[in-house]
């Protein structure tokens, strides 16, 4: 009896072995809900019970006795009827994250989760759900990968959950012997044994054969996030018979200034007796009258949406994998809300997608089923004396296959059993994506509350200087002002020279400029108040204010994205950048993408008012 694996199968408490005529349970790592299909005889079966969705179906295994371990616990989604037989298929508990509901929106100042993933998904899972999970299942995801907000917006928690272990590079489970869900880093777990591909040892039931995949394999990400409000200005010029004008954007509001007047505004096919009327569609406005010749005297001040973006890229994968060629791949996630999370998930799927996966599909013999006690998500080691490339190679188990009576266990491994984001098993997700983008928040809530928060510093950027040393005949080591004049006398004051600014770098080439100190104010082209007390940027009527160079690092600036935080005043700002330390100034639009014209290696911003307004924070982002 010790070699033959033995099996109880119970549905709705109730003894169906004798009933049943073989299983085959798949469990699953994250992306999917773990599933038993039991083939049973309609004879036997029709007289302990009569069979229907949602029953509760439980499965045992084991050598020594038939309930040595629990394998299974689920219930019942479909039942198919053949001449002398069911067949049966049952979901894991895990199921019941699908069919649960959630709207909530996780904000880290307010909440007791405070913006950690583990704790999110701890929430989701018990109290959303009504499934276990605890300490000892769900491991803690730290402090360091922190959300802002979390959204959670009449969708199901599956989805939820799924997108929490994306963020992170995580992968989550359900347990029927333990009967808790489980939420860890991919191969958490190490099992002590290893499987034996060829040689004298070998335990694996047909030889592996491995796959090297770069067919999703991206290098450079553009990642979106959800939409935010853009404030900007257009100057359009008359000549007394153009009445339609296009706009770079579509409107969401609009004012419009003819000659300085104020105009009468309405919605095309809708208002009458309006100076002008907006075509949404069509991104233009059309004047009842057109108005007179003169050189931007029309202003055109709106709002228009566009996504938060970030761009990341590999290098090492550009040079390594594509020859040099970038693969570029744009995402959007409309849950993110702030850049912060933005780089947080750019970050984790940069690093998962930008180098090839590995996968096999192993057949392990019935001896190493019974001896390692594998579960999904567990890391093993693979000695593979077939494939010496492939020999001592960790892997993870993403897939599990196991039958009764004995077949050899199936496991689907790799460093990421991957699919498209969006393949057919996606269609219920991405339309449930879709409505919820279309749903807006009615209920508004207030919360007024004290809060202390320890701030991590972090690091702004480096600069790097030179100083010309050419005046001096020989200098004194270690000596930071003295020279030796070749006549037994040094000098200590001989003149090095000026330092010079020799390289600027930030990290993420992201410039921010949060006004708390002067250092990149260019002084002689700024009126405006730099104001370092209450750090922001204060214009009063037509001023404006300009950097000094911000960025410099000797690679060739094509592009860059400008995000200025205003306070008020947003319809009065104009901004410019120069990629060649100022030879050259752009006019971009805050928040959107900017090609230079220009190319440099010297980055400059500059902000001109025609009224008064009030920045908090301008963001240069070079892609």
Not at 43 to 69: F, M
Not at 92 to 112: G, H, S
Not at 159 to 167: M, Q, S, V, W, Y
Not at 168 to 196: C, H, Q
Request: aromatic content about 10%; proline content about 2%; glycine content about 6%.
């Amino acid at each position: 009896m010790g070699d033959q694996k033995l099996s109880l199968v119970k549905i709705n408490s109730i003894d169906v072995t004798k009933a049943c005529t073989n299983w085959m349970i798949e469990d699953t790592a994250g992306e999917e809900v773990g599933y038993a299909q039991l083939t049973l005889r309609k004879q036997d079966i029709d007289e302990l019970l009569t069979l229907s969705t949602n029953q509760l179906v439980e499965i045992w295994r084991g050598w020594t006795s038939a309930t040595d371990t629990k394998r299974f616990c689920g219930y019942i989604a479909k039942i198919e009827s053949y001449l002398g037989y069911y067949v049966v298929t049952a979901y894991n508990k895990l199921w019941q994250a699908i069919r649960a509901n959630v709207n909530r929106i996780f904000i880290a100042e307010n909440d007791a989760e405070a913006g950690k993933i583990s704790e999110i998904f701890k929430t989701l899972v018990t109290t959303y759900a009504g499934l276990n999970a605890d300490n000892t299942s769900i491991q803690d995801s730290g402090g360091v990968f922190i959300l802002d907000r979390f959204i959670c917006k009449d969708t199901d928690v599956f989805e939820r959950i799924l997108a929490l272990a994306d963020a992170l590079g995580w992968t989550f489970y359900y347990r029927a012997d333990t009967d808790k869900v489980y939420f860890e880093p991919k191969g958490f777990t190490t099992n002590s044994n290893a499987i034996m591909n060829g040689g004298a040892g070998s335990n694996v039931a047909q030889p592996i054969v491995w796959h090297e995949d770069i067919s999703e394999l991206f290098n450079v990400l553009r990642l979106k996030g959800s939409r935010v409000l853009v404030e900007t200005t257009e100057l359009k010029s008359g000549n007394g018979s153009t009445k339609t004008f296009t706009l770079t954007y579509v409107p969401e509001s609009i004012k419009v200034y003819v000659g300085g007047v104020l105009q009468k505004g309405g919605i095309a096919g809708s208002t009458s007796g309006a100076d002008y009327t907006v075509d949404k569609p069509n991104a233009s406005i059309t004047f009842a009258v057109a108005p007179p010749s003169g050189t931007n005297n029309i202003e055109i001040r709106y709002s228009y949406t566009t996504p938060l973006a970030i761009v990341r890229r590999n290098d090492e994968s550009i040079s390594k994998y594509t020859n040099n060629i970038p693969v570029e791949k744009t995402i959007t996630i409309n849950d993110i809300t702030t850049r912060d999370d933005m780089i947080v998930r750019a970050n984790n799927l940069i690093n998962i997608y930008s180098k090839p996966f590995h996968t096999a599909k192993i057949y392990l013999r019935t001896q190493a089923e019974k001896d390692f006690n594998l579960f999904v998500g567990q890391k093993i080691l693979v000695r593979d004396f077939i494939h010496s490339n492939y020999d001592n190679t960790y892997v993870i188990i993403n897939r599990m296959r196991e039958f009764w009576p004995d077949k050899p266990l199936e496991l689907d491994v790799g460093d990421k059993e991957y699919r498209l984001a969006y393949d057919v098993k996606d269609i219920l997700f991405r339309l449930k994506r879709l409505e919820e983008q279309y749903i807006e928040t009615t209920d508004i809530v207030t919360v007024v509350q004290d809060i202390t928060k320890d701030e991590l510093a972090n690091a702004r950027y480096l600069l790097v200087k030179t100083r010309d040393v050419s005046s001096a005949t020989d200098a004194i080591w270690d000596h930071p002002n003295a020279t030796w004049d070749g006549t037994g006398v040094y000098d200590e004051y001989f003149n090095l020279g000026d330092f010079t600014t020799a390289r600027i770098i930030w990290p993420g080439k992201l410039i921010t400029e949060e006004f708390c100190d002067t250092v990149f104010k260019d002084t002689a082209n700024t009126t405006a108040t730099w104001d370092t007390t209450n750090k922001q940027l204060i214009f009063s009527g037509s001023q404006q204010a300009q950097s000094l160079r911000v960025y410099d690092d000797a690679t060739n600036i094509t592009s860059a994205i400008l995000t200025a935080t205003i306070s008020s005043g947003a319809d009065k700002l104009t901004f410019y950048l120069s990629a060649d330390d100022g030879m050259n100034w752009e006019e971009v639009t805050n928040g959107t993408t900017h090609i230079f014209t220009n190319t440099g290696q010297k980055l400059k911003w500059k902000v001109i008012s025609y009224g008064d307004a009030v920045i908090t924070k301008i963001e240069v982002q070079i892609i």
